[in-house]
């Protein structure tokens, strides 16, 4: 636990003696109130503010479920964590549990050690939550850079650091797509000196005629159209940045031009003979492998020497899945969207490899809200969103699929039936008496399962 405020936690159950297990349970680590009725919790809800609710699905002599409570909690602050404590096994209940929004179900019975660590990692989530709202509400356009505990995020933010500080005046960034390159370059030009500017120039995305013009400037009368002189970018710049995006895909040529502004920081506009001299800090960025490049004769060992002085790698998001949670919750915050995202959902996005990187999570994010009308994104929006999801390591999307948590619930019920068939000896109607079932129930439970089939029966 991080945070300097104790956090506080409410246990509603009305199983006394597992009630009275609870405070010894986390010691002096949290501030826990118990209640052992409905009514009594819901009443110390209003009264006072909580970050996570313990809450059991079923208390004897009382025809409301820890369901009408989760929604009263949710309407009372829909930002409290709820853990629901049950044992339940049945698939369509847990996929209704599941699916309600609750942060986590842990079934009954459960270990002290088990309940301590869903408890710690609840509410190690909240304190990621609540650092990505922080940072989307600051106001910061780099923002999204600063999103992500991870230790590479930590040494790229330390990297950042040490660009900054030591006035290096050539970068290179190198990183897939989506990654934030221009993120980085904005950030450390902001940095550096925040009233300078930062003058961006995507080197694949302009014409061959017009690159010399946009980045070395010309002079009255040097072609067509030229009606006035021009600055070049480096000129324009001023003391601050030049942002060379896709620096890899520049030509040979050109080149050759950019290496001696880079050596001498002086610029030769199209059309004079005049070198005029230029102020500037050089950020170059590309997704290209450049050694490679060199090796194909498509780019030039000399430059990339000049420009790698200083290098800093920005890694794809597939070896940072940690910080995906907080993404997400960056990107929702960001948009003033108020939706749970449960964590059936958060384990497919954290699952899936991102192949545009955090630029696609942000779109993924975008359009899972867009569709969203209940305000809770549930695993099969995310299946609808990212259906190559459903192929990936084997995966078969089904109407019941309920994720690694779910999954691992379901596996307990069929060893529940398995062992209920080895004590009746393979007799379906003494099984079903040992569990307490219908027969009918039993087979039905049992086919979901893949117990039975329909020539056995």
Not at 176 to 197: H, M
Request: glycine fraction near 6%.
């Amino acid at each position: 636990m991080t945070s300097e405020r104790i956090p506080k936690l409410l246990a509603i159950d009305d199983d006394q003696a597992w009630l009275s297990q609870i405070p010894e349970i986390f010691d002096d680590e949290l501030d826990v109130v118990t209640k052992s009725s409905i009514d009594d919790g819901l009443v110390e809800l209003e009264m006072s503010y909580f970050d996570v609710v313990l809450l059991d699905l079923n208390f004897t002599g009382d025809n409301r479920t820890g369901f009408d409570v989760f929604k009263r909690i949710a309407s009372l602050d829909s930002t409290i964590d709820v853990i629901v404590l049950s044992g339940e096994t049945r698939p369509d209940r847990l996929i209704q549990i599941i699916n309600a929004g609750v942060t986590r179900f842990i079934p009954k019975p459960s270990s002290p050690k088990e309940i301590r660590q869903a408890v710690r990692e609840t509410i190690a989530a909240r304190e990621t939550k609540l650092r990505a709202v922080n940072l989307a509400e600051s106001g910061d356009g780099s923002s999204a850079l600063l999103v992500g505990s991870s230790h590479l995020m930590q040494k790229l933010r330390e990297d950042i650091e040490v660009a900054v500080s030591s006035g290096a005046k050539d970068i290179l960034l190198l990183g897939e797509t989506g990654t934030g390159k221009e993120v980085v370059a904005r950030t450390i030009a902001s940095r550096a000196d925040p009233a300078k500017r930062l003058i961006p120039i995507h080197c694949g995305a302009i014409s061959d005629g017009l690159a010399e013009s946009e980045l070395f400037g010309h002079v009255k009368g040097a072609f067509t159209g030229a009606d006035k002189d021009r600055a070049s970018a480096f000129e324009a710049a001023g003391g601050g940045y030049v942002f060379l995006d896709e620096i890899g895909e520049m030509p040979l040529h050109q080149q050759a031009k950019l290496l001696r502004v880079l050596q001498e920081r002086k610029v030769q506009r199209v059309g004079s003979i005049e070198e005029r001299p230029a102020h500037f800090r050089c950020i170059s960025a590309t997704n290209l492998d450049l050694p490679k490049s060199i090796q194909e004769k498509k780019f030039r060992e000399d430059l990339f020497y000049r420009i790698a002085k200083f290098t800093i790698e920005l890694p794809p998001l597939r070896k940072r899945a940690g910080d995906i949670p907080e993404l997400v919750s960056y990107f929702l915050a960001k948009e003033k969207h108020e939706i749970t995202v449960t964590q059936e959902a958060m384990d497919l996005l954290s699952s899936y490899p991102w192949p545009g990187n955090v630029r696609q999570l942000q779109s993924v994010v975008e359009l899972l809200t867009s569709r969203c009308k209940s305000g809770i994104i549930r695993e099969r929006d995310v299946f609808t969103a990212l259906p190559e999801l459903s192929q990936m390591n084997g995966i078969i999307l089904k109407r019941s699929f309920l994720g690694r948590q779910g999954s691992a619930l379901v596996l307990a019920e069929k060893k529940r039936f398995q062992n209920a068939l080895e004590q009746a000896r393979g007799d379906r109607s003494e099984a079903a008496k040992l569990l307490n079932v219908s027969r009918a129930t039993f087979f039905r439970r049992a086919k979901e399962l893949g117990l039975v089939n329909e020539r056995l029966r």
